[in-house]
């Protein structure tokens, strides 16, 4: 995330069973207490959004890491439209360079 809020990256996770990869973007806000939310979709390769989460979250060590949890999904069916789906879906993320705004994220579907 950079100092704007701004979310980019890659990602691995498991759903349903199957590992899958995506390149996910989205917004962030940070409430004055380290708390926050975040806005990510996520996209396959060629560029169709696949999913969209709100995660909420809470920055630790001095905002050198991160968790979140997101209890629902909306999943971009083949046709075009969404749908919610149950989830629960937690990240722990660390700061991989000191000075940098840049964190690697590690999703994990529960």
């Given at each position: 995330m950079d100092r704007d809020g701004n979310y980019l990256g890659e990602r691995t996770a498991t759903?349903?069973?199957k590992i899958v990869t995506a390149t996910f973007k989205g917004t962030a806000t940070v409430n004055s207490d380290c708390t926050g939310k975040v806005t990510?979709?996520?996209y396959d390769q060629s560029g169709n959004v696949t999913s969209?989460?709100?995660k909420f979250l809470v920055f630790v060590?001095?905002?050198r890491?991160?968790?979140a949890i997101a209890t629902?999904?909306?999943?971009v069916l083949p046709n075009g439209t969404s749908v919610s789906v149950p989830a629960v879906l937690t990240t722990d993320a660390k700061k991989q360079f000191a000075g940098h705004e840049?964190?690697?994220a590690k999703d994990r579907s529960k």
């Open positions: 759903v349903g069973g990510i979709s996520f969209t989460a709100t060590d001095n905002s890491g991160a968790r629902s999904v909306e999943q840049h964190m690697r």
